[in-house]
């Protein structure tokens, strides 16, 4: 059981857009930055997203993040099937003292 | 280009000891957090602990009990150790770079450690 909540999966249309939702508490994202990753398949995880909405450099801006009280949201738009990946949303639990993560949402370019 | 490389055996039999190292090349291990995390087959990710390059760590409440980790500045290394292994603890071990302490940018490539007898 994660501490933060993603949806096991989304799909969408390639070429639209689709919205992944990361939901925590008051102790993790209420009070600290949230980072989004993307894993594809046998890979290691790679920086997407970090401070909630900022990019790393090389990340194209069809990437963005956004947050809301408890709650975090990673867009993608104009989706490519290279886009078929895992993503984790993870932040910093103050009451836990530690590193979290959400569970993963395996997302499906139809 | 920072880049970490884990290392150890792939193979750890249970109630034994799983020690793994991190080596960091392109980049000083000093002051920055380095984190260990792990991944059961199909299954999300699950962050070990940390260790600041003065020392300083942070675990796992679930894993604290049998976590311990370490830095060699002189090497540019951290590793951890986890004790006590079951079959539970199979699992793809990545070091990664956090940066101010708040996400992580660079990883490893990972080391899958498989616990049996």
């Known amino acids: 059981q994660s501490v933060l909540t993603q949806p096991p999966s989304v799909s969408a249309a390639s070429g639209q857009k689709v919205t992944i939702s990361c939901s925590g508490s008051?102790?993790?994202?209420?009070?600290?930055?949230v980072s989004w990753y993307r894993q594809l398949p046998g890979t290691a995880p790679k920086l997407l997203i970090y401070e909630n909405n900022k990019r790393p450099s090389g990340v194209p801006d069809r990437f963005s993040g956004s947050g809301s009280d408890t709650s975090a949201t990673l867009d993608i738009t104009g989706l490519q099937t290279g886009d078929e990946a895992d993503y984790y949303c993870?932040?910093?639990?103050?009451?836990?003292?530690?590193?979290?993560f959400g569970g993963g949402t395996k997302l499906t370019v139809l | 280009q920072v880049q970490l490389q884990e290392s150890g055996p792939g193979l750890v039999k249970p109630s034994e000891t799983l020690s793994l190292m991190c080596t960091v090349s392109?980049?000083?291990?000093?002051?920055?957090?380095w984190s260990w995390i792990r991944q059961t087959a199909g299954k999300g990710l699950e962050w070990i602990g940390r260790i600041y390059s003065s020392g300083d760590t942070n675990y796992n409440p679930s894993l604290k009990s049998r976590v311990t980790m370490s830095v060699d500045t002189s090497k540019n290394q951290f590793s951890v150790k986890l004790t006590s292994v079951t079959a539970a603890d199979t699992a793809v071990y990545y070091c990664?770079?956090?940066?101010?302490?708040?996400?992580?940018?660079?990883w490893g490539q990972g080391i899958l450690v498989t616990v049996s007898s």
């Open positions: 990664a770079r956090e940066d101010n302490g708040l996400f992580l940018d660079y």
């Open positions: 993870g932040t910093w639990d103050s009451s836990l003292t530690a590193r979290v």
């Open positions: 008051s102790s993790n994202i209420g009070s600290n930055y």
């Open positions: 392109s980049g000083s291990i000093k002051n920055y957090y």
